[in-house]
């Protein structure tokens, strides 16, 4: 009885001054937030725990998949790329055939220009002159080097298009041979490029000097030739015969 009127008195004086009192929480309230607390703490070491073992397993996958690629040779990956291509295209070849279609035919339709030149560079920068293999191949790089310097005119296209309309782009029903003329600037092109290369041949094709003192035993061009080669060839063993026979000694 008196601890509670001393209690009443403390109060009253506190709250006569101006001073907040705080009111006694209850033990059953007190209980219940620690507990609450205590779960909360729980609940978050449960997650850290989680997120520990989930980022060790992934740091064990990723070392193992890294001894892995270690151990595998060092152009794997070039091999892999390689060989998932191969598959594409025998899956390509395969549905193309399904469909009756060409499989280099659409292969290159879906070539744009900018790959097909940037192959073609390519290729060029790999070889660019594989030297003298045969006249075909010669003429085929003469074409190229000929085609390559053509500028179109694209006023004289427009023009040509307009007159041969449907026919300009000619199919198996077309007659238009023969019915093209050229212009005079382009025959003079071609006149001139045609002299461009006989002055160049000429520079390849230089005869050798001729020696007025040497001696003449051949009757035209031709015989001069091959008694040269069986000079250079049978000179050596034929040296000492042919001295008898200029001296006049021989048996």
């Known amino acids: 009885m008196y601890s509670a009127i001393r209690h009443f008195l403390f109060t009253h004086f506190k709250m006569a001054s101006g001073v907040k009192v705080s009111t006694p929480v209850p033990e059953e309230d007190a209980e ?25 397993k992934l740091n064990h996958q990723e070392v193992v998949e890294e001894d892995k690629r270690l151990k595998l040779p060092s152009n794997w990956e070039a091999k892999k790329a390689r060989l998932e291509y191969d598959l594409m295209v025998d899956d390509k070849k395969k549905e193309c055939a399904d469909n009756g ?33 045969g006249y075909a191949e010669a003429q085929l790089r003469q074409y190229q080097r000929l ?11 427009e023009r040509q298009r307009e007159e041969y309309g449907d026919d300009f782009h000619p199919t198996s029903n077309s007659l ?18 045609l ?12 005869r050798r000097a001729y020696n007025d003192d040497a001696d003449i035993d ?30 006049g000694t021989a048996v």
């Not at 023969?178 to 003079?188: A, E, N, Q």
């Open 147 to 157: 085609t390559r310097q053509i500028k179109p005119d694209m006023e004289s296209y």
């Open 32 to 56: 219940s937030l620690g507990s609450q607390k205590r779960e909360d703490r729980l609940r978050k070491f449960r997650e850290l725990h989680f997120k520990r073992n989930e980022a060790r």
């Open 101 to 133: 279609e060409d499989y280099h035919r659409v292969k290159l339709l879906e070539i744009s220009a900018e790959d097909a030149e940037r192959y073609e560079k390519k290729k060029k920068k790999r070889n660019p002159d594989p030297g003298f293999s």
């Open 195 to 206: 002299e461009k290369q006989i002055e160049k041949r000429a520079k390849y094709s230089r």
């Open 176 to 193: 238009i041979h023969g019915t093209h003329v050229p212009t005079k600037d382009g025959v003079d092109r071609m006149v001139q490029d």
């Open 218 to 247: 051949y009757i035209n061009e031709r015989n001069a030739k091959f008694n040269k080669k069986a000079e250079r060839f049978y000179g050596k063993y034929t040296a000492e015969i042919k001295q008898n026979l200029e001296r």
